[in-house]
């Protein structure tokens, strides 16, 4: 079955870094889009990146600039490094990803940025 599992969350001061980890299994990574989400406490949930089979992304125009999606297929796994973190970029991080029009999600990590 399908699973992924994110890793990387914490707390961290306005200015900081995190670098958010993504393991997949259960599918044939390396043709699947894989994403980033967030769900900040009273909101939807939102789009962060995402990145396609052949390394195309799409960035929220809030994260533009700031955090870069990878992956390495041979590992399956998907990144998501976050630099110059605003406390209005906390939120639960998800990783996502679409097999036969159903969406897989992870867990979440929480990702907690202090002014």
């Known amino acids: 079955q399908v699973q992924l599992v994110e890793s990387g969350g914490g707390l961290v001061q306005a200015g900081g870094s995190l670098r958010l980890s993504c393991a997949a299994s259960?599918?044939?990574?390396?043709?699947?889009?894989m994403g980033w989400y967030r769900q900040a406490p009273g909101k939807q949930r939102e789009l962060v990146a995402t990145?396609?089979?052949?390394?195309?992304?799409i960035y929220a125009d809030s994260v533009k600039g700031r955090f870069t999606i990878s992956r390495d297929n041979a590992k399956y796994m998907t990144y998501l490094q976050m630099n110059s973190l605003k406390p209005e970029d906390t939120a639960v991080y998800y990783c996502?990803?679409?097999?036969?029009?159903?969406?897989?999600w992870g867990q979440g990590t929480q990702v907690t940025v202090s002014s």
């Open positions: 996502n990803t679409k097999l036969a029009l159903r969406d897989y």
């Open positions: 259960g599918i044939i990574f390396s043709l699947r889009r």
């Open positions: 990145i396609t089979s052949d390394g195309s992304t």
